[in-house]
């Protein structure tokens, strides 16, 4: 909430009206209608917002041209993590990389955790044995390294 009393509120709110309204954007937009990504030739939409000081779970910074109003998404969060203890031993973690799991655009996994993130979902991890056991698809048992 903000201090309507404070000088130059007004003003900025004004400001902040007009600016979006010279670019297009209705003012009940939803964030994601107006910021993306580009992934896997697909818009993605992306919440988010500058970081500190407005605490913003999710870190996102795009650039706001007044004429086009939000350009892509340049570069923010890139690995979100919550972690909580239930009534057993093991965490309850849920994990998210908000770039997917590749750099390359040929992968598969390039633009995988992109659309989870636009989503709001989330990858459940594994940390007690069990769990991790029972969730394994594929194993590779690592031998000393020859020598040269």
């Not at 010279?22 to 964030?31: I, K, N, Q, Y």
């Not at 580009?38 to 999710?58: C, K, M, Q, T, Y």
């Not at 993130?117 to 459940?124: E, Q």
């Amino acid at each position: 909430m903000f201090d309507t009393t404070r000088p130059g509120v007004m003003t900025a709110l004004g400001d902040a009206i007009g600016d979006l309204q010279a670019a297009g954007v209705a003012l009940d937009a939803r964030v994601g209608d107006v910021q993306q990504t580009l992934a896997g030739g697909r818009r993605i939409p992306v919440s988010g917002g500058p970081g500190d000081p407005n605490g913003e779970f999710n870190m996102i910074e795009s650039v706001f041209d007044r004429a086009h109003g939000f350009g892509p998404v340049l570069h923010g969060s890139s690995y979100v993590q919550v972690v909580t203890w239930h009534d057993g031993p093991c965490p309850d973690s849920r994990t998210i990389l908000t770039y997917s799991q590749s750099a390359n655009p040929r992968s598969p996994y390039s633009s995988d955790q992109q659309p989870m993130f636009s989503r709001k979902a989330w990858v459940r991890e594994r940390f007690c044995r069990a769990d991790v056991l029972a969730h394994t698809l594929d194993t590779t048992v690592l031998g000393p390294r020859p020598r040269s």
